[in-house]
Protein backbone atom coordinates (compact mmCIF):
# COMPACT_ATOMS: atom_id res chain seq x y z
CA UNK A 1 0.00 0.00 0.00
CA UNK A 2 3.14 2.60 0.45
CA UNK A 3 4.35 1.53 -2.97
CA UNK A 4 0.70 2.54 -4.47
CA UNK A 5 0.31 5.75 -2.07
CA UNK A 6 3.62 6.85 -3.30
CA UNK A 7 3.18 6.13 -6.94
CA UNK A 8 -0.47 6.45 -7.47
CA UNK A 9 -1.56 10.12 -9.48
CA UNK A 10 -4.84 11.85 -10.15
CA UNK A 11 -6.67 11.77 -13.15
CA UNK A 12 -8.01 15.29 -14.03
CA UNK A 13 -11.85 15.72 -14.62
CA UNK A 14 -14.12 18.08 -13.32
CA UNK A 15 -10.87 19.06 -10.56
CA UNK A 16 -12.81 18.90 -7.40
CA UNK A 17 -11.27 16.56 -5.29
CA UNK A 18 -7.75 17.74 -6.01
CA UNK A 19 -5.34 19.74 -3.78
CA UNK A 20 -3.31 21.73 -6.74
CA UNK A 21 -0.28 21.88 -4.29
CA UNK A 22 -0.16 18.66 -2.40
CA UNK A 23 -2.03 15.95 -4.74
CA UNK A 24 0.26 14.31 -7.44
CA UNK A 25 -2.09 15.00 -10.63
CA UNK A 26 0.82 16.15 -12.97
CA UNK A 27 2.03 13.65 -15.24
CA UNK A 28 4.60 14.90 -17.02
CA UNK A 29 6.28 16.25 -13.72
CA UNK A 30 9.25 14.11 -12.45
CA UNK A 31 7.34 14.00 -8.92
CA UNK A 32 3.99 14.29 -10.59
CA UNK A 33 3.63 18.01 -8.57
CA UNK A 34 4.05 21.30 -9.49
CA UNK A 35 7.03 23.32 -8.73
CA UNK A 36 5.83 26.17 -7.80
CA UNK A 37 6.11 26.95 -3.77
CA UNK A 38 2.32 27.01 -2.05
CA UNK A 39 -0.23 30.06 -2.92
CA UNK A 40 -3.94 30.40 -2.94
CA UNK A 41 -5.18 31.13 -6.09
CA UNK A 42 -8.43 29.55 -8.05
CA UNK A 43 -7.11 27.61 -10.81
CA UNK A 44 -8.57 28.60 -14.36
CA UNK A 45 -6.97 27.77 -17.97
CA UNK A 46 -6.83 31.56 -18.70
CA UNK A 47 -4.50 32.11 -15.51
CA UNK A 48 -2.62 29.28 -15.88
CA UNK A 49 0.50 31.26 -17.52
CA UNK A 50 -0.41 33.96 -15.02
CA UNK A 51 -0.23 32.09 -12.02
CA UNK A 52 2.69 29.48 -12.55
CA UNK A 53 6.20 29.09 -13.21
CA UNK A 54 6.54 28.30 -17.21
CA UNK A 55 7.98 24.83 -16.21
CA UNK A 56 4.25 23.94 -14.42
CA UNK A 57 2.14 25.84 -16.73
CA UNK A 58 3.59 24.01 -19.80
CA UNK A 59 2.72 20.65 -17.99
CA UNK A 60 -0.36 21.50 -16.79
CA UNK A 61 -1.53 22.90 -19.94
CA UNK A 62 -0.64 19.25 -21.26
CA UNK A 63 -3.59 17.70 -19.52
CA UNK A 64 -6.53 16.81 -21.91
CA UNK A 65 -9.30 18.04 -20.62
CA UNK A 66 -12.17 15.81 -20.07
CA UNK A 67 -15.58 15.80 -20.93
CA UNK A 68 -18.01 17.37 -18.15
CA UNK A 69 -19.65 15.49 -15.38
CA UNK A 70 -16.30 13.13 -15.11
CA UNK A 71 -14.99 13.29 -10.77
CA UNK A 72 -11.37 13.26 -10.69
CA UNK A 73 -10.25 9.32 -9.57
CA UNK A 74 -6.86 8.40 -8.68
CA UNK A 75 -4.83 6.57 -11.18
CA UNK A 76 -1.67 3.72 -11.06
CA UNK A 77 1.30 6.32 -12.69
CA UNK A 78 3.48 3.38 -14.25
CA UNK A 79 1.22 2.11 -16.45
CA UNK A 80 -0.60 3.38 -19.91
CA UNK A 81 -4.14 2.31 -18.83
CA UNK A 82 -4.09 3.75 -14.76
CA UNK A 83 -3.92 0.20 -13.68
CA UNK A 84 -2.40 -1.41 -10.85
CA UNK A 85 0.12 -4.52 -11.13
CA UNK A 86 2.44 -6.52 -9.76
CA UNK A 87 5.18 -6.43 -12.38
CA UNK A 88 5.09 -2.28 -12.39
CA UNK A 89 5.16 -1.90 -8.89
CA UNK A 90 8.60 -4.38 -8.26
CA UNK A 91 9.90 -1.74 -10.74
CA UNK A 92 8.84 0.99 -9.19
CA UNK A 93 10.02 0.41 -5.53
CA UNK A 94 13.50 -1.07 -7.08
CA UNK A 95 13.71 2.17 -8.75
CA UNK A 96 12.27 3.51 -5.66
CA UNK A 97 15.11 1.87 -3.43
CA UNK A 98 18.03 1.35 -5.38
CA UNK A 99 17.90 3.48 -8.73
CA UNK A 100 18.44 6.88 -7.66
CA UNK A 101 21.76 5.26 -5.46
CA UNK A 102 23.10 3.70 -8.68
CA UNK A 103 22.34 7.15 -10.45
CA UNK A 104 24.21 8.79 -8.09
CA UNK A 105 26.77 6.58 -7.68
CA UNK A 106 27.32 6.88 -11.78
CA UNK A 107 26.93 10.72 -11.74
CA UNK A 108 23.63 10.82 -13.09
CA UNK A 109 21.51 13.01 -11.02
CA UNK A 110 18.45 13.01 -12.78
CA UNK A 111 14.89 11.36 -12.49
CA UNK A 112 14.62 10.59 -16.33
CA UNK A 113 16.28 8.06 -18.26
CA UNK A 114 19.04 10.14 -20.53
CA UNK A 115 18.62 9.69 -24.09
CA UNK A 116 21.98 8.84 -24.04
CA UNK A 117 20.88 5.20 -23.88
CA UNK A 118 18.63 4.95 -26.30
CA UNK A 119 20.92 6.76 -29.04
CA UNK A 120 23.57 4.45 -27.98
CA UNK A 121 21.30 0.88 -28.63
CA UNK A 122 19.98 1.99 -32.09
CA UNK A 123 23.63 2.87 -33.28
CA UNK A 124 24.49 0.56 -36.72
CA UNK A 125 27.22 -1.13 -34.95
CA UNK A 126 27.62 -4.81 -33.89
CA UNK A 127 25.73 -5.78 -30.68
CA UNK A 128 29.45 -6.11 -28.64
CA UNK A 129 30.36 -2.52 -29.61
CA UNK A 130 27.22 -1.24 -28.33
CA UNK A 131 27.73 -3.13 -24.78
CA UNK A 132 31.55 -2.26 -24.82
CA UNK A 133 30.09 1.91 -25.26
CA UNK A 134 27.19 1.01 -22.18
CA UNK A 135 30.19 -0.48 -19.93
CA UNK A 136 32.44 2.01 -20.14
CA UNK A 137 30.20 4.94 -20.29
CA UNK A 138 29.15 3.65 -16.43
CA UNK A 139 33.00 3.18 -15.86
CA UNK A 140 33.03 -0.54 -16.16
CA UNK A 141 35.94 -1.35 -18.00
CA UNK A 142 38.53 -2.91 -16.24
CA UNK A 143 41.36 -0.69 -16.98
CA UNK A 144 44.72 -0.92 -14.19
CA UNK A 145 43.62 2.24 -12.57
CA UNK A 146 40.06 1.19 -12.10
CA UNK A 147 41.63 -2.22 -10.90
CA UNK A 148 43.75 -0.72 -8.59
CA UNK A 149 41.35 1.66 -7.08
CA UNK A 150 39.14 -1.37 -6.42
CA UNK A 151 42.57 -3.12 -4.80
CA UNK A 152 42.33 -5.52 -7.40
CA UNK A 153 45.53 -4.65 -9.13
CA UNK A 154 49.04 -3.09 -7.66
CA UNK A 155 49.28 -1.74 -11.08
CA UNK A 156 47.75 1.36 -12.37
CA UNK A 157 50.29 2.82 -15.07
CA UNK A 158 49.28 2.75 -18.32
CA UNK A 159 50.84 -0.62 -20.05
CA UNK A 160 50.76 1.04 -23.99
CA UNK A 161 52.38 4.31 -23.29
CA UNK A 162 53.57 4.11 -19.26
CA UNK A 163 52.91 7.89 -19.30
CA UNK A 164 50.36 8.20 -16.91
CA UNK A 165 47.34 6.39 -15.00
CA UNK A 166 45.28 4.49 -16.98
CA UNK A 167 41.80 5.17 -16.99
CA UNK A 168 39.23 5.19 -19.68
CA UNK A 169 39.92 8.69 -20.46
CA UNK A 170 43.36 8.10 -20.66
CA UNK A 171 43.21 4.87 -22.70
CA UNK A 172 40.57 5.80 -25.28
CA UNK A 173 41.74 9.35 -25.84
CA UNK A 174 44.79 10.48 -24.05
CA UNK A 175 47.09 7.55 -24.57
CA UNK A 176 49.80 8.66 -27.02
CA UNK A 177 49.10 5.62 -29.07
CA UNK A 178 45.40 6.05 -28.79
CA UNK A 179 45.64 9.87 -30.72
CA UNK A 180 48.23 8.33 -33.14
CA UNK A 181 45.11 6.03 -34.13
CA UNK A 182 41.98 9.36 -34.06
CA UNK A 183 44.84 11.17 -35.91
CA UNK A 184 45.57 8.70 -38.63
CA UNK A 185 41.97 8.15 -39.28
CA UNK A 186 41.67 12.19 -39.57
CA UNK A 187 39.64 12.25 -36.40
CA UNK A 188 40.90 15.10 -34.49
CA UNK A 189 39.58 15.47 -31.03
CA UNK A 190 38.55 18.78 -30.98
CA UNK A 191 36.20 18.57 -34.35
CA UNK A 192 34.57 15.46 -32.67
CA UNK A 193 33.66 17.53 -29.76
CA UNK A 194 32.70 20.55 -31.62
CA UNK A 195 31.03 19.02 -34.58
CA UNK A 196 29.63 15.65 -33.69
CA UNK A 197 26.52 15.73 -36.50
CA UNK A 198 27.69 17.13 -39.81
CA UNK A 199 31.23 14.91 -40.11
CA UNK A 200 30.16 12.19 -42.61
CA UNK A 201 33.41 10.75 -43.76
CA UNK A 202 32.37 7.55 -45.30
CA UNK A 203 28.71 8.12 -47.31
CA UNK A 204 25.83 7.57 -44.83
CA UNK A 205 28.17 6.39 -41.97
CA UNK A 206 27.70 8.81 -38.79
CA UNK A 207 30.40 10.15 -36.29
CA UNK A 208 28.92 8.18 -33.66
CA UNK A 209 29.42 5.13 -35.31
CA UNK A 210 33.10 5.51 -36.24
CA UNK A 211 34.20 6.76 -32.93
CA UNK A 212 32.37 3.88 -31.11
CA UNK A 213 34.19 1.21 -33.16
CA UNK A 214 37.58 3.19 -32.55
CA UNK A 215 37.13 3.49 -28.96
CA UNK A 216 36.19 -0.08 -28.90
CA UNK A 217 39.12 -1.06 -31.03
CA UNK A 218 41.92 1.02 -29.39
CA UNK A 219 40.76 -1.01 -26.26
CA UNK A 220 40.62 -4.81 -28.49
CA UNK A 221 44.30 -3.78 -29.64
CA UNK A 222 45.24 -2.45 -25.76
CA UNK A 223 44.62 -5.98 -24.71
CA UNK A 224 46.23 -7.97 -27.27
CA UNK A 225 49.29 -5.78 -26.15
CA UNK A 226 48.83 -7.04 -22.55
CA UNK A 227 49.18 -10.66 -23.43
CA UNK A 228 52.20 -9.49 -25.38
CA UNK A 229 50.36 -10.46 -28.88
CA UNK A 230 51.97 -7.80 -31.90
CA UNK A 231 49.89 -5.06 -32.72
CA UNK A 232 49.34 -3.12 -36.11
CA UNK A 233 51.01 0.28 -36.59
CA UNK A 234 48.01 3.32 -35.59
CA UNK A 235 47.87 4.00 -39.64
CA UNK A 236 46.83 0.42 -40.28
CA UNK A 237 44.11 0.37 -36.63
CA UNK A 238 42.64 3.55 -38.37
CA UNK A 239 42.18 1.90 -41.64
CA UNK A 240 40.78 -1.40 -39.45
CA UNK A 241 38.64 0.74 -38.00
CA UNK A 242 37.29 2.41 -40.77
CA UNK A 243 36.84 -0.87 -42.51
CA UNK A 244 35.48 -2.44 -39.97
CA UNK A 245 32.38 0.44 -39.18
CA UNK A 246 32.04 0.67 -43.38
CA UNK A 247 31.22 -2.89 -43.64
CA UNK A 248 29.17 -3.50 -40.92
CA UNK A 249 26.86 -0.89 -42.03
CA UNK A 250 26.80 -1.67 -45.64
CA UNK A 251 25.93 -5.34 -44.49
CA UNK A 252 23.45 -4.22 -42.18
CA UNK A 253 21.44 -1.76 -44.54
CA UNK A 254 18.32 -3.39 -45.90
CA UNK A 255 17.14 -2.88 -48.99
CA UNK A 256 14.00 -0.78 -48.90
CA UNK A 257 10.82 -2.11 -50.24
CA UNK A 258 7.96 -0.35 -52.07
CA UNK A 259 5.33 -1.07 -50.35
CA UNK A 260 2.12 0.03 -52.88
CA UNK A 261 -0.48 1.31 -49.80
CA UNK A 262 -3.10 3.68 -51.80
CA UNK A 263 -6.36 5.14 -50.44
CA UNK A 264 -9.18 2.81 -50.81
CA UNK A 265 -12.79 4.49 -51.74
CA UNK A 266 -15.68 3.62 -48.72
CA UNK A 267 -18.16 1.50 -49.79
CA UNK A 268 -21.53 2.99 -51.38
CA UNK A 269 -23.75 5.61 -48.97
CA UNK A 270 -20.47 6.26 -46.58
CA UNK A 271 -18.41 8.55 -46.51
CA UNK A 272 -14.42 8.13 -45.23
CA UNK A 273 -12.42 10.32 -43.28
CA UNK A 274 -8.33 10.42 -42.99
CA UNK A 275 -7.29 11.77 -39.65
CA UNK A 276 -3.61 11.94 -38.70
CA UNK A 277 -1.42 14.31 -36.07
CA UNK A 278 1.85 15.57 -36.05
CA UNK A 279 4.14 16.51 -33.19
CA UNK A 280 6.95 18.20 -31.90
CA UNK A 281 9.49 16.69 -29.33
CA UNK A 282 10.90 20.39 -28.86
CA UNK A 283 8.14 22.48 -28.51
CA UNK A 284 5.83 19.95 -26.62
CA UNK A 285 2.91 20.95 -29.34
CA UNK A 286 1.36 19.45 -32.63
CA UNK A 287 -1.46 19.74 -35.16
CA UNK A 288 -4.26 17.74 -37.13
CA UNK A 289 -5.96 17.40 -39.78
CA UNK A 290 -8.62 15.66 -41.51
CA UNK A 291 -10.37 15.27 -44.85
CA UNK A 292 -13.78 13.54 -46.02
CA UNK A 293 -14.42 11.96 -49.19
CA UNK A 294 -17.41 10.42 -50.43
CA UNK A 295 -17.83 6.65 -51.95
CA UNK A 296 -16.49 7.85 -55.74
CA UNK A 297 -13.41 9.76 -54.10
CA UNK A 298 -14.46 12.92 -53.90
CA UNK A 299 -13.11 15.26 -52.20
CA UNK A 300 -15.93 16.59 -49.60
CA UNK A 301 -14.55 18.72 -46.56
CA UNK A 302 -11.17 18.55 -45.18
CA UNK A 303 -10.04 20.99 -41.59
CA UNK A 304 -7.43 21.41 -39.50
CA UNK A 305 -6.23 22.37 -35.89
CA UNK A 306 -3.41 23.41 -33.65
CA UNK A 307 -2.61 21.17 -30.68
CA UNK A 308 -0.81 23.56 -28.41
CA UNK A 309 0.02 21.43 -25.74
CA UNK A 310 0.81 17.95 -26.28
CA UNK A 311 3.23 15.55 -24.13
CA UNK A 312 3.64 13.02 -26.99
CA UNK A 313 2.78 11.68 -30.30
CA UNK A 314 0.47 9.61 -28.83
CA UNK A 315 -1.23 12.13 -26.99
CA UNK A 316 -1.56 14.05 -30.31
CA UNK A 317 -3.00 11.45 -32.19
CA UNK A 318 -5.47 11.42 -29.59
CA UNK A 319 -6.60 14.85 -29.24
CA UNK A 320 -7.13 14.35 -33.40
CA UNK A 321 -9.48 11.40 -33.28
CA UNK A 322 -11.57 13.60 -30.24
CA UNK A 323 -11.22 16.92 -32.29
CA UNK A 324 -12.74 15.28 -35.32
CA UNK A 325 -15.69 13.05 -33.15
CA UNK A 326 -16.72 17.23 -32.14
CA UNK A 327 -16.47 17.97 -36.06
CA UNK A 328 -18.49 15.15 -36.72
CA UNK A 329 -20.93 16.52 -34.23
CA UNK A 330 -21.40 19.41 -36.14
CA UNK A 331 -21.68 18.23 -39.29
CA UNK A 332 -24.62 16.01 -37.94
CA UNK A 333 -26.25 18.50 -36.70
CA UNK A 334 -25.78 21.05 -39.36
CA UNK A 335 -27.02 18.37 -41.95
CA UNK A 336 -30.11 17.43 -39.94
CA UNK A 337 -31.38 21.65 -39.88
CA UNK A 338 -30.51 21.61 -43.55
CA UNK A 339 -32.80 18.61 -43.76
CA UNK A 340 -35.40 20.16 -41.73
CA UNK A 341 -35.34 23.36 -43.70
CA UNK A 342 -35.79 22.31 -47.25
CA UNK A 343 -38.89 19.57 -45.18
CA UNK A 344 -40.49 22.88 -44.58
Known amino acids: ?195 TDVWDPLGGIGMPELVLTGAWYIWWERRQLVHDEAIQSPHRSAMANGALTANYWRASKKKAKVKNIGWTKPTEEFLKINVDAAFDIDEGRGSIGAVIRDSHGKFLVAACHEVPFASDAMMAEAYALRKVSFWLSILVAQSLLSNQTICR
Open 1 to 195: MENFNRDCIWRVRDGSQIDIWEDAWVPTSPTRKIVMPHGHVLLSKLLVRDVFWSIDANRILEIPIAPTGMEDFVAWHHTKNGLFSVHSAYHAEWDYQFGRKERNCLGARRTQISRVWEKLWHLCVPAKIKIYGWRALHGLVPCLGILANRHISTVSGCPVCAAGCEDIMHVLFTCQRAQQVWEAGAIALEHIICN
